[in-house]
C-alpha cells in the first residue's frame, strides 16, 4: 500500500483481556518497528525485525507483550492480559534496509478499562 | 543512559512570529538526530536527519542546526497550519536501530 496500516485505530478492553494489534507495513520495506506513546511520555521503542532474522525484543516492558511477523509483512503485537498501564497509542513504522528516517502508521489507541 | 530533552513543551505563537524550538541530548556516541512533526491521531512524519555538528537543513519555513549538545529546530514566519507537535530523537551507538524520542513540543500559531 502506500503507506503504513495499522488496525484497529481504536480499541477498547477489559482489564485482563488479551489484545491484537496489526501493522501492515509499505511494500518492499524490510524493517518493521513498534513503539508506544504513552501520555505524556515520548515515544518508547518495544520491539524491531528485519527481514528473517531474530528480532531486537530489548524495549519490550514485560512478558505480556510479544510480537510476530509473518512473511516479512504484516505483523501482530499482542499483549497478554492487559493492565490499564498498558493504555497508550501503539506505533509501527517500516523502512528499507539500513535506513532510519522510517515511516510511521497512524498507530492504535488502545484503552484497559 | 541516553536521554533526549526537547523545550519549551509547548509554545504559542502569533503568525509571522519567528522562534526555535530545543532538543538536548546526551547519548553513547551519535549516530543521526531526527525530526518528526507530528499531528493530532496521526503518527509522526519525518522531517529532517542531521548527522554530524554543524550540518544544517531547511524545508519550506523550518530549518534545523546541530551541534555537539543540542540540536534547534527554527521556523521562520510560522503560519497556522504549521500547528502541531515536533519531536526529536536520536539514533545512538547503544540503542541501534531504535530511535529514543523525547516528549515533544507542541506549537500552536493563532492567524
Known amino acids: 500500500g502506500a503507506g503504513v496500516s495499522q488496525s484497529p485505530s481504536n480499541k477498547v478492553t477489559e482489564k485482563g483481556k488479551d489484545v491484537e494489534l496489526r501493522c501492515d507495513p509499505i511494500?518492499?520495506?524490510?524493517?518493521l518497528y513498534w513503539y508506544r506513546q504513552s501520555l505524556g511520555q515520548g515515544l518508547e521503542f518495544l520491539i524491531y525485525?528485519?527481514?528473517?532474522?531474530?528480532?531486537?525484543k530489548s524495549g519490550l516492558p514485560s512478558d505480556r507483550f510479544s510480537a510476530e511477523r509473518t512473511g516479512g509483512s504484516v505483523s501482530t503485537l499482542t499483549i497478554q492480559r492487559t493492565q490499564q498501564e498498558d493504555s497508550a497509542v501503539y506505533l509501527c513504522?517500516?523502512?528499507?534496509?539500513?535506513?532510519?528516517?522510517?515511516?510511521f502508521g497512524s498507530g492504535t489507541r488502545l484503552t484497559v478499562v | 543512559e541516553d536521554q533526549v530533552t526537547q523545550s519549551p513543551e509547548a509554545l504559542r505563537l502569533q503568525e509571522g512570529e519567528s522562534s526555535s524550538l530545543n532538543c538536548s541530548y546526551t547519548?553513547?556516541?551519535?549516530?543521526?538526530l531526527f525530526w518528526y512533526r507530528q499531528d493530532p491521531g496521526k503518527g509522526p512524519e519525518f522531517l529532517f536527519t542531521?548527522?554530524?555538528a554543524g550540518e544544517e537543513k531547511e524545508k519550506e519555513r523550518l530549518k534545523a542546526t546541530l551541534t555537539k549538545k543540542e540540536s534547534f529546530l527554527h521556523i521562520t514566519a510560522p503560519k497556522p497550519e504549521d500547528s502541531a507537535t515536533y519531536l526529536c530523537?536520536?539514533?545512538?551507538?547503544?540503542?541501534?536501530?531504535?530511535?529514543?524520542f523525547g516528549k515533544g513540543t507542541t506549537l500552536s500559531v493563532s492567524s
Open positions: 513504522a517500516s523502512s528499507t534496509r539500513g535506513v532510519v528516517d522510517y515511516t
Open positions: 511494500s518492499g520495506h524490510t524493517a
Open positions: 525485525f528485519q527481514g528473517n532474522s531474530a528480532p531486537d
Open positions: 547519548v553513547s556516541g551519535l549516530r543521526g
Open positions: 542531521l548527522y554530524s
Open positions: 530523537a536520536v539514533q545512538s551507538n547503544q540503542a541501534g536501530t531504535a530511535l529514543i
